[in-house]
């Protein structure tokens, strides 16, 4: 293990940096933050990753994709004038290059895999937003130096779902920390680099896990990802009222909250952060002095407050075998077999004697090719329109009023955890 000085790793998602008010009040909390070397990880702004995935789409659909990417760096050069008031300076020279970059690799593609033409595109978003911050970091005084996840965040080239070679990228990261001593990093979330210098991503919200990745190879003494939230809440805002906040919760109610749905955590986040005992704080770039949700070892905390995760638009199959015979394990590898090579991932399930039920969200196009190769063998029914709620350290009295006015369609029930599949 070595000794990396009590350093921390600070997130900032794209809605803590949509735009320049947002990075300013970024340095407020960096300013305001303890006096420690720190590993700032920063995604796109605002909704950049979307836009940028509409160019892909527009591109392979053979739309205009030029319009939408010409107004991607337009948004970043205005951000950078509002910020520094030029963009005559090594960010407005580096945007350039990317912009450059961007046209030249759309304009010469000959019809690569769309995956591929993904990653090269949608990672730039994480490039452009760190290399306007990290200038204006810098003028703010600031001690930040631009550091490129793509040459530290080693993975293999499955693109927009890239694994992390972690004997690798530790080195690279431990190396590069040692020789940039006594500066910060502000470095991209989301990105790395594969094989042959290509850019990878490492899922949707990868950017949670990229701070886990600094954090275990560099054994940070905390994470904090900031957000537009308090911290981690019982129950999404938007849709339950009375939420409460979840104070401190162990490594272990993370996972499961975010296995079932839960939004403020990427899932893949925790466990290097576990491996090692290192405490993550969710807190809000709003209110940067509250105390936010600390997630760490203690399990002490866990039950007291119940969690509601609820999920709209899900399918209910039923799959039987056409003579009535028994659903067996035989039978249940070939049915999971099929889900898997259809990217369908199972939500609830339920056997009985001559039927399996399961539930998905509802990706209709795969689930009718599901549906098709299933009926070669099975008979398959299905009901859609239905909701799944979760319910984390319930109570008999909580179930029945949310159940109220409802059809249960299917339940499971464990000691901590209740999920009803329900239509309205």
Request: aromatic share 8%; hydrophobic share 40%.
């Amino acid at each position: 293990m070595m000794d990396m000085d009590d350093m921390i790793v600070f997130k900032f998602g794209g809605a803590s940096v949509q735009n320049a008010d947002a990075v300013r009040n970024m340095a407020s909390i960096l300013h305001n933050a303890p006096a420690t070397r720190k590993v700032i990880v920063v995604s796109a702004m605002d909704k950049t990753t979307n836009k940028l995935e509409a160019v892909v789409q527009a591109f392979v659909s053979k739309g205009d994709w030029k319009t939408p990417l010409e107004g991607v760096f337009n948004f970043h050069r205005q951000v950078l004038i509002d910020l520094l008031d030029t963009d005559e300076n090594d960010a407005g020279q580096s945007l350039k290059k990317v912009k450059h970059y961007a046209f030249t690799f759309l304009e010469q593609d000959e019809g690569s895999d769309i995956n591929f033409i993904y990653d090269q595109i949608v990672a730039l978003g994480e490039i452009l937003s760190t290399k306007i911050i990290s200038s204006f970091l810098a003028n703010e005084g600031i001690d930040v130096i631009w550091s490129d996840a793509r040459k530290l965040i080693q993975t293999d080239n499955t693109y927009r779902d890239a694994r992390v070679d972690w004997k690798h990228t530790t080195g690279k990261i431990q190396e590069y920390w040692q020789e940039n001593a006594p500066h910060s990093m502000v470095t991209q979330g989301f990105i790395g680099g594969g094989e042959h210098q290509r850019m990878t991503t490492l899922g949707r919200e990868g950017s949670d896990f990229s701070a886990a990745i600094f954090a275990y190879a560099l054994d940070a003494k905390s994470v904090t990802i900031w957000k537009d939230v308090p911290g981690m809440l019982n129950a999404d805002p938007k849709l339950f009222t009375n939420t409460s906040l979840l104070p401190n919760i162990s490594y272990r109610e993370a996972i499961e909250l975010s296995y079932y749905g839960a939004s403020v955590i990427h899932p893949k986040t925790i466990k290097p952060l576990e491996n090692k005992n290192i405490p993550l704080y969710v807190k809000s770039f709003l209110e940067p002095s509250e105390p936010g949700t600390l997630i760490n070892d203690n399990t002490s905390e866990d039950s007291k407050i119940p969690s509601y995760i609820f999920k709209t638009d899900q399918v209910l199959l039923s799959i039987s075998s056409r003579d009535f015979s028994f659903i067996v394990e035989e039978h249940m590898s070939e049915i999971f077999a099929c889900f898997a090579s259809h990217k369908l991932k199972i939500q609830t399930m339920q056997n009985s004697a001559i039927s399996l039920s399961v539930s998905v969200s509802d990706q209709r196009s795969q689930i009718e090719a599901l549906i098709e190769d299933l009926q070669k063998d099975y008979q398959v029914l299905y009901n859609d329109g239905l909701e799944l709620l979760t319910i984390r350290h319930y109570n008999e009295k909580i179930v029945a009023e949310l159940v109220k006015g409802k059809e249960v369609m299917l339940q499971q029930k464990t000691r901590h955890t209740m999920r009803l599949l329900m239509r309205a």
